[in-house]
């Protein structure tokens, strides 16, 4: 009996032993592994660099600047990482990029981000900010923390943006189970389903880099080509879909909807706004219109959705979009040099955000000084001769502040205890600096307690 007891008692210390040390011991942290220097060194990654170098050139000359130097490694380092993971490196990354080569250390540091599971969980809480906002949604319906688990898994696998923009589109089924269908649920009205008006806003805004919703009520009277029609034609394509017991599905209603000075409510066509020859016929899957707009939002000739995503990659680089307003790009142009390049290398290479990732970093344009021996001026800063001087939002704040006060890198492979007590505190300092909410890309100057919060706030004392 004794025996039996030992045995027992020795297994549950042995037990007790591994739980201890799976929540008290962190997992090794991985090196940029798949780090391969011909990935920028590559004739045609080289080609499409000197070409987007070529046309800034050539705008400095015209416009008679003389732009910044480059920046040291360790700057251009700084802004990656807080591009792309939202925080500064450690003293413990900055030493392994000391130990690299020189002309290799920013190749590696942008393979080492990408390799990191904080750029895929960044990328997550940016991008959804665009495609479901930045609020709690429906209770029963939505699942918030769900859809940034999800977009962050497609991230960090580096799924083609046209596949990822599909799946969100013409999402189906339960919001649990398939997180992509909390694209549509986070519109949802209760008694009514999908907001069709709110996704079409969404998807126009996210996807085509448009806001057709300007003209919800009425025409473009500003000047500009937009009709009321062009709007409500594009939400009929969102307004078959229905909450029913497995799911999100499509079913054949028709839109109604009852235009400024019209007398009664009419049937509205699906239609889309603008490229209309890329639109498939509707006798192949009438049954799934969210299907065929997918489709033709994706189609590599329409250029407006790979500039979406160009010149959202840009602004989270750059910390300020090539073209302003980050969602209002024109149709036709004209466009800042270098765009229209870098939207054809990111169509004809699959929509592969880590290669455009990589481009961008790549360009004299990215890697140039914010300051300079001679005078920069607002001209300077208008043509891009210098790099940008923009403000932190909250959460990059936080996390620069949380870092730089731990040798060790702050990450996944982190100790629980460490990663939850970051997590307090970034959440206690944003609710109290302010969040920029959805338009986080808006030319906002700092507040009052803003400047008070970085001068005595807590977590700056201890």
């Given amino acids: 009996m004794w025996a039996r007891n030992a045995l027992f008692l020795g297994l549950g210390l042995i037990g007790l032993a591994s739980l201890v040390g799976a929540v008290l011991m962190s997992e090794p942290r991985p090196q940029a592994a798949d780090y391969r220097p011909a990935q920028f060194e590559s004739p045609d990654v080289l080609a499409v660099v000197a070409d987007v170098d070529g046309q800034w050139r050539q705008r400095w000359q015209w416009a008679q600047l003389e732009p910044a130097a480059r920046a040291p490694d360790l700057q251009i380092a700084r802004r990656l990482s807080l591009g792309l993971t939202g925080t500064l490196p450690s003293l413990e990354e900055i030493r ?65 943006y046209d596949e990822l923009a599909r799946k969100l589109i013409a999402a189906e089924g339960i919001w649990t189970s398939h997180p ?99 639109l498939e016929a509707p006798s192949r899957d009438a049954a799934h219109p969210r299907q065929r707009l997918a489709r033709w939002a994706t189609k590599p000739e329409n250029r407006p959705f790979a500039r979406a995503v160009v010149n959202r990659m840009w602004a989270l680089l750059f910390g300020k979009p090539l073209e302003e307003p980050i969602d209002d790009i024109p149709l036709e142009g004209p466009y800042s040099p270098g765009f229209e390049t870098l939207v054809d290398d990111f169509i004809q290479h699959g929509y592969d955000l880590q290669r455009l990732i990589r481009v961008i970093a790549s360009t004299e344009v990215f890697q140039l000084d914010s300051r300079a021996d001679h ?39 982190s100790h629980i205890f460490v990663k939850l007590q970051t997590f307090d505190q970034k959440n206690k300092f944003i609710e109290r600096y302010g969040d920029t909410g959805e338009d986080e890309f808006a030319d906002k100057g700092g507040t009052i307690p803003q400047r008070l919060l970085m001068m005595n706030g807590n977590m700056l004392q201890e």
Avoid at 134 to 146: A, W
Avoid at 222 to 232: A, M, S
Wanted: negative net charge; glycine residues 6%.
């Fill in 375 to 413: 005078a920069l001026t607002e001209k300077h800063e208008r043509h891009w001769a210098s790099f940008p001087l923009t403000r932190l939002r909250g959460d990059q704040v936080a996390g620069s502040i949380l870092q730089s006060a731990s040798l060790k890198t702050i990450d996944a492979q």
């Fill in 96 to 160: 392994e990029l000391e130990r690299r080569p020189a002309d290799q250390r920013i190749a590696w540091w942008v393979t080492h981000l990408l390799e990191d599971r904080r750029y895929a969980d960044y990328m997550a809480e940016r991008f959804a900010r665009a495609m479901v906002g930045d609020e709690g949604g429906p209770f029963l319906v939505y699942r918030g923390r769900r859809f940034r688990l999800w977009l962050s898994d497609q991230f960090h696998d580096n799924v083609p």
């Fill in 180 to 278: 992509e269908v909390n694209f549509v649920t986070a519109s949802f009205v209760p008694n009514e389903g999908p907001d069709e008006v709110k996704l079409a806003a969404r998807m126009s805004r996210a996807f085509l880099g448009v806001r057709i919703d300007c003209v919800q009520c009425h025409d473009d009277n500003l000047g500009g080509d937009w009709k009321q029609t062009d709007f409500h034609e594009l939400a009929a394509f969102f307004a078959p879909a229905e909450l029913t017991l497995t799911g999100v599905r499509d079913k054949k209603v028709a839109y109604r909807y009852k235009y400024l000075r019209a007398e009664e409510e009419v049937d509205v066509p699906q239609q889309v706004p603008f490229a209309e020859a890329l």
